[in-house]
């Protein structure tokens, strides 16, 4: 019996109408039927990380976001860019998953979201942090859909159809590497 893959979507934004956030929203509305996804709204609160405390038990919503990753069988981030890296807050995100297991080889991609031009620098460091958890990246399935205000709508979703068929295309890319990667660990 084939369970539908569920793709944890994480947001690097804390900021209320994030673009980021719209992206991953949009991805909820456009995913391919066979796939589902589940948004993390638990970034806000996260503990400052302190590898002190990365130890049983550990605070509630630590354990609630490496539950969350453990339950996915892939992962997608959109995280702004602040100062030519991640944002803080995301940062300490992936600093509380470094300890834990739950992301190693877990199918992970982003998509860039800043203007042409621009995001490299959190690229850069997010595919650092991700070395050091583990996560295999799915570079197919990292791609750049540059987004401005004009192309969120008010219910706060992405309305260009390109944009929106890039984030089912990258969905679909996400599962369809789980799906090989399930298969080639049966054989």
């Known amino acids: 019996?084939?369970?539908?893959?569920?793709?944890?979507?994480l947001s690097g934004s804390l900021r209320a109408g994030s673009s980021n956030e719209a992206v991953l929203?949009?991805?909820?509305?456009?995913?391919?039927?066979?796939?589902?996804?589940?948004?993390?709204?638990?970034?806000a609160d996260l503990p400052h990380f302190n590898p002190d405390d990365d130890i049983d038990?550990?605070?509630?919503?630590?354990?609630?976001l490496r539950a969350a990753?453990?339950?996915?069988?892939?992962?997608?981030?959109?995280?702004?860019?602040?100062?030519?890296?991640?944002?803080?807050a995301f940062k300490n995100l992936l600093d509380w998953t470094v300890g834990g297991t739950e992301i190693c080889?877990?199918?992970?991609?982003w998509v860039n979201a800043a203007a042409?031009?621009?995001?490299?620098?959190?690229?850069?460091?997010?595919?650092?942090?991700?070395?050091?958890?583990?996560?295999?990246?799915?570079?197919a399935a990292c791609v750049k859909i540059a987004v401005d205000r004009q192309m969120v709508g008010?219910?706060?979703l992405i309305t260009a159809?390109?944009?929106?068929?890039?984030?089912s295309e990258v969905l679909d890319t996400l599962a369809a590497f789980n799906g090989r990667s399930a298969e080639l660990d049966q054989v």
């Open 1 to 9: 019996m084939s369970t539908s893959p569920v793709i944890l979507l």
């Open 25 to 43: 929203r949009t991805a909820q509305i456009v995913a391919p039927s066979q796939v589902r996804t589940v948004l993390y709204r638990g970034l």
């Open 57 to 64: 038990p550990l605070p509630a919503p630590v354990t609630e």
């Open 69 to 88: 990753i453990s339950e996915a069988t892939a992962i997608l981030i959109c995280t702004p860019e602040y100062a030519g890296t991640l944002p803080g």
């Open 105 to 109: 080889d877990k199918p992970t991609a």
């Open 116 to 139: 042409p031009g621009r995001g490299q620098g959190a690229e850069a460091t997010l595919r650092t942090v991700l070395g050091y958890t583990g996560a295999d990246i799915v570079e």
């Open 154 to 156: 008010a219910d706060g």
């Open 161 to 167: 159809p390109g944009a929106r068929e890039q984030l």
